[in-house]
């Protein structure tokens, strides 16, 4: 039934490999293996707010000093 969803473009196809992965267990990939397909970096909150505060912290204005400076001149 994938097959044939797949051969017609169906949009129903991706549903079908869903419900197929759901009720077998996994997808037709016969190994796995992260050092072979590679691992991905991720980001935690933690690292993302202490690089928005070291960014802000290399400004000496803030995040406002320039607006405020260009509305205070105008």
Not at 4 to 31: C, D, N
Not at 48 to 53: A, D, E, F, R
Request: no cysteine; proline share 3%.
């Amino acid at each position: 039934m994938e097959k044939e969803e797949y051969q017609v473009y169906s949009p129903l196809a991706t549903v079908v490999t869903l419900r197929r992965i759901w009720t077998e267990g996994g997808t037709l990939h016969k190994f796995y293996d992260d050092e072979l397909l590679g691992t991905i970096g991720t980001e935690t909150l933690e690292s993302q707010v202490k690089s928005g505060i070291e960014k802000q912290a290399g400004n000496d204005e803030g995040p406002m000093g320039s607006l405020l400076r260009t509305l205070s001149s105008a």
